[in-house]
């Protein structure tokens, strides 16, 4: 996936530091972006230290083969990420009334877990080949389906995924952040028959 001096690759121990700093300041866009009014005291709670230590360890030490993490780079900066794990059993979701269920009887083998791109290098394209690597990746290891979740007002995401080809599947979670709640939907999309 190479285009010019931009490309994805699995990622390496090395990429955690730069891997965390995007993944704080993507929680803390989020956050503020979907919460009415987040605590200043909840968002200072996130330190770029506990990011960057949890992806060394998830870099270094994957349970297995399913669990993996590429990185978009642009030269030699490492300007994104995407981790990739077996699906979220969602037997303990919440289905919506009257809305699709396709995974509860077809679930997906396989979530993306993350899938951040740095805001300095939005609209070039690296969210687009993390994804496209994503597939190629999932593909190899005979997932059929993909899902993610994706926080109920984040019209960006919401945006990217349907544009790749993902749609709701009917289910949520209300996840406790701080003194609010965050609800969540899971998108997914089909990879092969």
Avoid at 34 to 62: G, H, M
Wanted: some cysteine.
């Amino acid at each position: 996936m190479r285009s010019a001096d931009n490309s994805v690759r699995p990622a390496v121990v090395e990429d955690a530091e730069a891997i965390g700093s995007i993944h704080l300041q993507a929680m803390k866009t989020e956050l503020a972006g979907v919460l009415e009014n987040p605590s200043p005291a909840l968002l200072a709670s996130l330190k770029r230290e506990q990011f960057t230590r949890t992806w060394k360890e998830s870099i270094a030490n994957p349970p297995d083969g399913r669990h993996m993490v590429l990185t978009a780079i642009a030269g030699a900066k490492v300007v994104g990420f995407a981790a990739l794990a077996p699906a979220e059993d969602l037997s303990e979701a919440t289905s919506l009334p009257d809305g699709p269920a396709p995974l509860q009887e077809h679930p997906a083998e396989a979530q993306i877990v993350a899938l951040e791109v740095a805001d300095s290098e939005r609209g070039k394209g690296h969210g687009s080949r993390l994804l496209a690597a994503c597939a190629d990746m999932l593909g190899r290891t005979g997932a059929k389906r993909v899902q993610v979740w994706i926080s109920g007002g984040d019209a960006g995401r919401i945006s990217f995924y349907t544009e790749a080809g993902f749609a709701p599947a009917g289910v949520r979670r209300k996840l406790q952040v701080g003194e609010q709640s965050l609800v969540q939907h899971v998108w997914y999309t089909q990879l092969q028959d």
